[in-house]
Structure formats: structure tokens, C-alpha cells
């Protein structure tokens, strides 16, 4: 059964810093990798998604990587800004399989 | 397009009676998904359709639980009886064949 971990589960940083969250994964015979942001009482929005095939996706100041054989994911944020704050959540879609597996969040607070 | 839309948003019910949540996907997408989120478990896959048809409930807990698809534009998860620890977040996904999945807002359901 595939599981996802996110480490660290909390994290608070300074505006202004550049930061790495980590996700890791138990199977590698992912099809794609997609990492959420959540807002307190929101529904999930799709940061990035990287394919199986892929190594790394970016989004302004969002980066995305990912390591299948190793079973690791980062992301990756520029110069951070308040408005980042939010629990950002990593999601496995197994080969074969349609749904996704979920990690628990690294809930990340900006301090202005 | 408006995204995938859910309702109620917020739903508060006593201890024994029916519960029906619904979702409108995203016209054109082929998969309908519907996830759990509790602070204990996180997200969970409850059950997934593809053009209308039930593929995977294994996510489903108990025969309480139910889910249909009669068309390709409205889904509904009904639980009957409802309990206390079917309070969570319930949100509904959906997806192009699997290239990426759009989220709703979600359904904060609290049986009391």
C-alpha cells in the first residue's frame, strides 16, 4: 500500500527566506506527482504536477522536484511572502490505479 | 467554467438522519472522485467513478455510506445512518483522464 510522508509537519519561517518542503513516498511505480496548496477552511488548488517522466516543474516562484527511484518529491519556494502561508499537501497517483494518495501537509506560516 | 461545485458547504445534522452531499464536476472531465479529510486520517479516497460508473469503493467505510452518478454533470454521497465520527470535511475532485484533479470546496459535514 503506498504511503506519503511530509516532513516537517509545521514550519515557520521569516518573509523573505527560501524554503524546501519534503515529501516521500514508499512505491515507486508512481504515474504523477502533484503538489496542493490548502487555505484554512478551503478546498484544495493545484500547485504543479510533474509526470512520472519528468524530473521538475515551476511555477513563478514555485519548484517542483521529483526523484521517483528514490521515492522523494520537493518542493521548493522563492523568497516567501505571507501570502504563502497555507498547508501545502503532496498527492501519488499509482500506475494503474486513478486515485490519489495523500501526505498529511507541512503547514508553512510566513511571519511578516 | 465555475469548477467543481459542491453543496451544502457546511451541513449539521443530528445523530440517525440521512445525509446527501452533492457535487457538479467540471463539463467534460471523465472522473469523479470523493475524499474524506479529518485532522486524525487526512485525505482519504472514499470512492471514484469514470464516465459515470463506480470503479473503485473500497475506500467507502461502511455500507452506511453510499455514492451514485446518474449522469455525467451530478454525483451524490449519501450517508444513512449518520454518526458522530462521520464529521469531516468531504470533498469532491474532478479529472481529464487523469491529468490532474481539480478539488470543490468541500462539504463540512458535523453530526451531532
Known amino acids: 500500500k503506498q504511503e506519503v510522508t511530509q516532513i516537517p509537519a509545521a514550519l515557520s519561517v521569516p518573509e523573505g527566506e527560501n524554503l524546501v518542503l519534503n515529501c516521500s513516498f514508499t512505491d515507486s511505480a508512481i504515474y504523477n506527482l502533484q503538489w496542493f496548496r490548502q487555505d484554512p477552511g478551503k478546498g484544495l488548488t493545484s500547485l504543479l504536477l510533474i509526470q512520472s517522466s519528468q524530473r521538475e516543474q515551476t511555477s513563478g516562484r514555485l519548484n517542483a522536484s521529483l526523484d521517483k527511484s528514490s521515492g522523494r518529491s520537493t518542493l521548493y519556494i522563492a523568497a516567501s511572502q505571507p501570502g504563502d502561508s497555507a498547508t501545502y499537501l503532496c498527492?501519488?497517483?499509482?500506475?494503474?490505479?486513478?486515485?490519489?494518495?495523500f501526505g498529511k501537509g507541512t503547514h508553512l506560516i510566513i511571519q511578516p | 467554467d465555475a469548477g467543481v461545485i459542491q453543496s451544502p458547504r457546511h451541513e449539521v445534522t443530528e445523530m440517525g438522519q440521512e445525509v446527501t452531499l452533492r457535487c457538479k464536476p467540471i463539463s467534460g472531465h471523465d472522473y469523479l472522485f470523493w475524499y474524506r479529510q479529518t485532522m486524525m486520517r487526512g485525505l482519504e479516497l472514499l470512492i471514484y467513478f469514470n464516465n459515470n460508473v463506480p470503479i473503485d469503493d473500497s475506500g467507502m467505510p461502511e455500507d452506511r455510506f453510499s455514492a451514485k452518478m446518474p449522469n455525467a454533470s451530478f454525483s451524490t454521497l449519501k450517508i444513512q445512518p449518520s454518526e458522530p465520527r462521520d464529521s469531516a470535511v468531504y470533498f469532491c475532485?474532478?479529472?481529464?483522464?487523469?491529468?490532474?484533479?481539480?478539488f470543490g470546496s468541500g462539504t463540512r459535514l458535523t453530526v451531532v
Open positions: 498527492a501519488v497517483r499509482i500506475g494503474g490505479a486513478d486515485g490519489l494518495t
Open positions: 475532485a474532478s479529472s481529464n483522464r487523469g491529468y490532474g484533479y481539480t
